[in-house]
Nanobody, 118 residues
């Protein structure tokens, strides 16, 4: 079983920055990719960004140039640096990890609230 523990959400003014972290615990698996989704009220969950063990990144068009995803493979931790935040970035952000230990599985964090005020 894999547990994902997120931290770093909060309230920030438009134009500000936040950094999210997500650490995966457990053993006997590899994680690829690892990343973040978000869900705003009344909207579907959408991919924000993800990153492979090799460092290949993928971003939603809406966050390109503002958000940066990175990971520490040794710590099974992924980070999301969010700059130039906009009110439309307000959502619950969920960490996710696709693991492999003979079979592929996807695990989700509990979610962390990010609120950007105008």
């Amino acid at each position: 079983q894999v547990q994902l523990v997120e931290s770093g959400g909060g309230l920030v003014q438009a134009g500000g920055s936040l950094r999210l972290s997500c650490a995966a615990s457990g053993s006997g698996f590899s994680i690829n990719p690892m990343g973040w989704y978000r869900q705003a009220p009344g909207k579907q969950r959408e991919l924000v960004a993800d990153i492979t063990t090799g460092g290949t990144t993928n971003y939603a068009d809406s966050v390109k140039g503002r958000f940066t995803i990175s990971r520490d493979n040794a710590k099974n931790t992924v980070y999301l640096q969010m700059n130039s935040l906009k009110p439309e970035d307000t959502a619950v952000y969920f960490c996710y990890a696709r693991t492999y230990s003979g079979v592929f599985r996807v695990f989700w964090g509990q979610g962390t609230q990010v609120t950007v005020s105008s």
